[in-house]
């Protein structure tokens, strides 16, 4: 059993940044592939970013290329979603997940992810 909790949301204007995190607990981060997905009101919700579990592969998002960065601290437990730039449109509830599959990342399946952790609201003003 893994348990994911997210932190880091919050009210920002366009142009500005946030760190999220997403704290694991109950079996080590590097049993699993770590990543974020968001759900906005009204929509469904959507791959955000992945990361392998040596932190040597991430996969992002065309919407958020370039702006966003996940990392990881394996000693830690932690993983990190780095926004920058940020937008209206990036408005959403974010979610951390966790899964044995890369795959299902790659071909943006949220589904098919094994944990997930309660979410972190971001909100980004015009």
């Known amino acids: 059993q893994v348990q994911l909790v997210e932190s880091g949301g919050g009210l920002v204007q366009a142009g500005g940044s946030l760190r999220l995190s997403c704290a694991a607990s109950?079996?080590?981060?590097?049993?699993?592939?770590m990543g974020w997905f968001r759900q906005a009101p009204g929509k469904e919700r959507e791959f955000v970013a992945a990361?392998?579990?040596?932190?040597?592969?991430?996969d992002y998002a065309d919407s958020v290329k370039g702006r966003f960065t996940i990392s990881t601290d394996n000693a830690k437990n932690v993983v990190y979603l780095q926004m920058n730039s940020l937008k209206p449109e990036d408005s959403a509830v974010y979610y951390c997940?966790?899964?044995?599959?890369?795959?299902?990342?790659?071909?943006?399946?949220?589904?098919?992810?094994?944990?997930w952790g309660k979410g972190t609201l971001v909100t980004v003003s015009s």
């Open positions: 997940t966790a899964d044995e599959n890369y795959r299902d990342y790659k071909l943006r399946r949220p589904n098919a992810m094994d944990y």
């Open positions: 109950g079996r080590t981060l590097s049993s699993y592939y």
């Open positions: 990361i392998t579990r040596s932190g040597g592969t991430t």
